[in-house]
């Protein structure tokens, strides 16, 4: 059974930072094609940022890229998410989001990936 757990979340300031992790309990993680993406109230949830098994490539969306910094360490089965220079708009619930690597290295639709993780939230205060 493959579990996703978020920490991290949080309030915060416009202007400030918060780091999101995401421990996986798969023992093959470094197998695993990783993403995070939010949902806000009364809103579709959307694509974040994901990373590949080999952390050689990341993709952003264009309303994070240069803010946000997403990561993995797999010795210890965990993805990350930076978040800097946080806005308002920021402000959702963020999931974690992971599918076994595959053909392609760019996976930006919720309904890409398979395993998801019961979300953290990100409150961004003007």
């Known amino acids: 059974q493959v579990q996703l757990v978020e920490s991290g979340g949080g309030l915060v300031q416009a202007g400030g930072s918060l780091r999101l992790s995401c421990a996986a309990s798969m023992s093959t993680f470094s197998m695993y094609y990783m993403g995070w993406f939010r949902q806000a109230p009364g809103k579709e949830r959307e694509f974040v940022a994901a990373?590949?098994?080999?952390?050689?490539?990341?993709y952003y969306a264009d309303s994070v890229k240069g803010r946000f910094t997403i990561s993995r360490d797999n010795a210890k089965n965990t993805v990350y998410l930076q978040m800097n220079s946080l806005k308002p708009e920021d402000t959702a619930v963020y999931y974690c989001?992971?599918?076994?690597?595959?053909?392609?290295?760019?996976?930006?639709?919720?309904?890409?990936?398979?395993?998801w993780g019961q979300g953290t939230q990100v409150t961004v205060s003007s």
């Open positions: 989001a992971g599918r076994i690597s595959g053909g392609s290295n760019y996976y930006t639709t919720p309904n890409e990936y398979d395993y």
């Open positions: 990373i590949t098994w080999s952390r050689d490539r990341t």
